[in-house]
C-alpha cells in the first residue's frame, strides 16, 4: 500500500477527528476502526445516532480505498451508503469491520459490519465508492 494521500483538510478537522473515529487499519481488502461513545454520538434518548454508523461505515471505506489507489493518482470519494440498523449501541465503542467486494476501475464496493464491544453486529453498511482522477492542485 502506498502513503496517505495529501488532504485538504487536517484529518483531526474533518467528522472523522470531530466525532473520535480511530483507525485501526486500513487495508486494501479489510479495514477497521473504531470510536468512544459519549454523549457526542448519541441521539436525545441515549442511543448512539444511525448518523454515527454510516458516518464510520464510509470514512473507512474511503480512506481504505483513498489509500490504495493513490498512487495511481486517483482519489475516492462516498457514490452510496446504505446502513441497516439492529441494534443499538448504549456504551462502550463502536466498532468497524469492512471488507472489500469489489473492485473496479471506477468503484469499489464494500461491506462493513458495526458491532458493540461485546462483538453483536448493531448495523449493517453496504458503501459504494467512486474512484475518480485526483484534481489538479
Known amino acids: 500500500m502506498s502513503e496517505a494521500p ?9 467528522l472523522d477527528g470531530t466525532l473520535g473515529f480511530e483507525v485501526l487499519e486500513a487495508g486494501e481488502s479489510e479495514a477497521r476502526s473504531r470510536a468512544p461513545v459519549g454523549n457526542h454520538l448519541k441521539q436525545p434518548y441515549g442511543l448512539v445516532h444511525g448518523g454515527v454508523y454510516a458516518a464510520m461505515a464510509e470514512s473507512l ?5 483513498a489509500m490504495a489507489v493513490h498512487a495511481d ?3 475516492a470519494v462516498g457514490l452510496s451508503n446504505h446502513t441497516s440498523f439492529m ?9 468497524a ?10 468503484t469499489w464496493v464494500w461491506e462493513v ?4 464491544d461485546q462483538g453483536r453486529l448493531c ?8 474512484v475518480r482522477p485526483a484534481p489538479s492542485r
Open 61 to 65: 471505506a474511503s480512506m481504505a480505498t
Open 97 to 106: 469491520r469492512a471488507r472489500r467486494v469489489h473492485r473496479g476501475s471506477t
Open 123 to 130: 448495523a449493517l453498511s453496504r458503501v459504494t465508492m467512486a
Open 87 to 95: 441494534r443499538p449501541v448504549l456504551e462502550g465503542h463502536v466498532n
Open 113 to 116: 459490519e458495526l458491532s458493540d
Open 73 to 75: 493518482g486517483n482519489i
Open 6 to 14: 495529501a488532504f485538504n483538510v487536517p484529518l483531526e478537522e474533518t
